[in-house]
T-cell receptor
Framework: GNSVTQMEGPVTLSEEAFLTINCTYT??????LFWYVQYPGEGLQLLLK?????DKGSNKGFEATYRKETTSFHLEKGSVQVSDSAVYFC???????????????FGKGITLSVRP | DVKVTQSSRYLVKRTGEKVFLECVQD?????MFWYRQDPGLGLRLIYF???????EKGDIPEGYSVSREKKERFSLILESASTNQTSMYLC?????????????FGPGTRLTVT
């Protein structure tokens, strides 16, 4: 079946540091890939997505490139802010089954803390 | 903006009680989902529904049931709550049409079973 593996956390960085959060996946076919973010006390919200190989998703200074050859979708940001402190989830879509065309498989999530 | 609301942010119930968690979305989405979120385990799919009165089991359906009588409302039911069902429960919705659509999440219900 499908699976998503995220690097172990938590991650603590100083403000303006460079961020990389690794994500690799296993899937049949060609899934869509997503990064979701969960700020303290809130539900998840979409951060960015990529729907085919070599696509780059970007939002709020974050970027991730869909690498089919390495089955990866690593999240990067050049200069993190305190307000980026949150839990980050990598996810992929499931194309199979009637009505299940938007079922997501999530990684375990990683907590990012950014100190001033 | 899409809005997904959940009936309670925090809930405390006793072991053996029947518990209802309600989710409502206002964007006429066909698909709705219930997840539980636990530290170190990420989000795990409990049940989903792709149409009114339709439901499918997710990865961890044991101990749960669902109801979808109206398109906008998806209820999660714990028939007899147990302490191992203490968790954060998240509802989500998405339209049908393409697997590249994002899911829209509610704020979550933190359930404690004592």
């Amino acid at each position: 079946g499908n699976s998503v593996t995220q690097m172990e956390g938590p991650v603590t960085l100083s403000e303006e540091a460079f961020l990389t959060i690794n994500c690799t996946y296993t899937a049949t076919g060609y899934p869509s890939l997503f990064w979701y973010v969960q700020y303290p006390g809130e539900g998840l919200q979409l951060l960015l997505k990529a729907t085919k190989a070599d696509d780059k998703g970007s939002n709020k200074g974050f970027e991730a490139t869909y690498r089919k050859e390495t089955t990866s979708f690593h999240l990067e940001k050049g200069s993190v802010q305190v307000s980026d402190s949150a839990v980050y989830f990598c996810a992929l879509s499931d194309r199979g089954g009637y009505g299940a065309n938007s079922k997501l498989t999530f990684g375990k999530g990683i907590t990012l803390s950014v100190r001033p | 903006d899409v809005k997904v609301t959940q009936s309670s942010r925090y809930l405390v119930k006793r072991t053996g009680e029947k518990v209802f968690l309600e989710c409502v979305q206002d964007m006429d989405h066909e698909n709705m989902f219930w997840y539980r979120q636990d530290p170190g385990l990420g989000l795990r799919l409990i049940y989903f529904s792709y149409d009114v009165k339709m439901k499918e089991k997710g990865d961890i359906p044991e101990g749960y049931s669902v109801s979808r009588e109206k398109k906008e409302r998806f209820s999660l039911i714990l028939e007899s709550a147990s302490t191992n069902q203490t968790s954060m429960y998240l509802c989500a919705s998405t339209p049908t049409g393409t697997f590249s659509y994002e899911q829209y999440f509610g704020p979550g219900t933190r359930l404690t079973v004592t």
